[in-house]
């Protein structure tokens, strides 16, 4: 390449990187505008709050989606062929191709049909749930289902539709593939929530059934999330919210929002523990990746894969109580002072069959992950009506739990996600309970003695290595790019059956 | 006209609408912005957000400047002349007309330098407040005043420089008018002042100078600001600040900010019921003229008018505190158990000259805005250089208030406000401590017994007046226009000078 083609290159590859800067200005906005409206707004904001998040959501896809953006990706087709694939700026152009790819496919009026539909669904969602009736939601949900159809065969797949819903937020994956893992969880998870179901005299998590002073639960969980390492304070907030979240305007402002039960300690300490590992992740990608594609987890299931290291693999083993059951004792010296490791070990972990998947302990979670997986699956290939899924959902539970349902409300009403797409969100909680076990059986073996830390309350080995393997990558690699990166292989459930057989096999003396 | 004439024009005029209400969805959402940052934000977040803001700004200053806005004011104009003055169609033409002229008579290269110069000055101001030596601040300072003055070029005015930029916060005022204004203020409150310092033995605030819990103080000021019946529920929020402020989304969602001195009741209830005045004014504007240059008060000091409102003639009389006091007695039995109502308003109303504006009273306040003011016109006017302006401001303060500033950093280094403009600010609290209180007295003889309302709490007489009265209008009226139409008479001190002069001759017993 000559000087001049060069710097025309360079010059191009400028231009478009202040495109995306600009459309990551506009996208980070609207997240503070979610996060005051989530955490502050009065009732009264909504009305203007709703015009402001549609304008600057516009404008935003409007200068993405611009023709300019695909010349310029054209343009410099052949610059990234010639860079190395995991070069930051190969790494945007590959990331900002797909995304662009995604975004161009979709017609107009498809996306504003969408969020019309959304809309209506979700109004008919809350009525439906009032009256504890899902016919109130079939004819929504039949058209969401309909635009979901629509929105698969508009982006293209391979081999089925769902895949297509999948790759949006599971980058390479498909629904085959997922089936098979499923199956394989079903294969190990199935009989052992049922042998545990048998000896489930043997746990109590009475210890957490307490009267805990907000308050303090707050300040207790705070200190968790500063003892793993979530900066809270020069980087960080937390706040109060209806459903909690996490979210990032930049690495250097991340935020953890939690609910509090007075009368049982797990939503607040478990449930920030959840945010600040989702938070780490966002603290954790480098701040040159800001106002660029980079600027993201590598998927929807390795952010959880964080969230469900700290909440679980961390969380609820006996190092870290070994750690925070002195702490927990000077904030609850009346619920807490008699209680020993192995008491607070096990009621951290109880395993009990329910019905609503967020409170869903480790064992059970991905049953009732598989079977809205398996029910959309089903639905996408024709062989289940929507009107018939409360009966599909049922049975599932019957199969796979050994319970059913009483009413349609703690059934298939129970998740907000159908109103906004069918297909796509779920499995990413399963992708990310796996992947967590995967990659933390790596960080330990990569480190070893790093449980001996944890009951001292040192989590900075273990979050530097994830800050080192997973964080440092941003968006640069697909999931199953990254997981074969750093733990040597794909995403197997292997580690993550090993691991949650032994610890429930010694736990409930199985 | 013809009616495809006339389909013709109502397009127009809906396009025009629909640029508007996009401009002032970007604006609406930076202000959400500004809100975070202020009273939310971890320090780590301020370059994200500055990239945010500057984005956000330049997309809608773009908007509203495009060729686009001056094509269709153009076509506009004969169906602007052909509507009433004061119909709405006809006023979003007017104001959106004169601030279309403003924003496109500055060359984008001067806002730029202005923005880049005043983010330095900001810097050095900071630098100098520290070091207490003006020196460091003034060639940046300089450098705002030779651009204040492009500023003022590009934007023409009759008489002199400094009109121009006064008529950007206060339409249809000018310098020399106000310099007369300040003259006839001048007159009275000078030898006022003078005659009070000779009896400060008189009054004592030693009441409110006890500690107070800071959590009470908040509970109380939240109990007064709902008490003048500023929505902090449904429509409104309240948080802290280090610099207190009122924001509005929509008049459906405004938000105030406080600061609490322990050692002090005055900061936080007269600062909270001076921007919840701010914020009844943003409640009071009407939901229709939302995504409009309607959507603002007439002025900033008729904004400021609505604040001193609040926090002076109602919130320092003697009526409000006879039914206040019972309920500052409930919250600080101990500090205010036995204060009389006679007490407790002398408390609120000492006079004491002083060298700080934002902590001076009612008497001495606007002498520390003409001070600012003459030393505004007289660098415009080549009279004085920068340099000396701090010799300048201590001769002044010695002739009006009769101290003299120890330092700088008390003295001609306290205002941020000349780190962003020189000249066109300060005025403005001026015309609202006037303005005030023409309006107050106008709502008075309106609604005779007004003030036995408010001492049994009751002040929805005085707050309907003024929503029917002045936020009903919105930005409509120019000031002057709108003090017209409300009192009679354009502004003047007299209402203002005879209410100051007759309270203070009797606290002081002069």
Known sequence: MGQEEEEAVRGKLEQLKQVLAEVEDLEMATAVLYWDQQTQMPRGGAAARADQVTTLRRLAHEKFTSPEVGELLDALADHERALPYDSDDASILRVTRREYSHATKLPRD?????????????????????????????????????????KAQALGYENEPLDALIDLSEPGFGAAELDRLFAELRETLVPLAKAIGERSDRVSDALFRQRFDVEKQLEMGRAAVRAIGFNLDDRGRQALSVHPFSISFT????????RVNEQWLGPSLFGLLHEAGHGTYMQGIPVRYRRTPLHNGASSGLHESQSRLWENYV???????????????????GQLGRATVDEVYAAANIVKPSLIRVEADEVTYNLHIMIRFELEREVFAGRLAVADLPAAWNAKFQAYLGI???????????????????GGSFQSYTIGNVASVALCRRALADHLGMEDEWAKGDFSGLLTWMQDNV????????????LLKVTGEELTPRPYLEHIKAKYTEIYRL
Not at 251 to 258: K, L, N, V
Not at 315 to 333: C, D, I
Request: no cysteine; net charge positive.
């Open 110 to 150: 498809l996306v504003v049909e969408m969020s019309r539909a959304a809309a209506e669904a979700y109004h008919k969602w809350v009525d439906a749930r009032q009256a504890k009736d899902f016919g109130i939601f079939v004819s929504s949900l039949e058209r969401i289902v309909t635009l979901s159809r629509e």
């Open 315 to 333: 969380g609820r083993s006996r190092a870290f109580w070994r750690f925070f059951l002195p702490v927990a004792k000077a904030f609850f010296p």
């Open 404 to 422: 059913t349902p009483p009413d349609d409300l703690v059934g298939v009403l129970q998740d907000i996600h159908w109103t906004q797409s069918f």
């Open 471 to 482: 964080h440092a990558h941003g968006a640069k690699y697909k999931p199953n790019e990254l």
């Open 251 to 258: 690495p250097d402002d991340t935020r953890i929002t939690t």
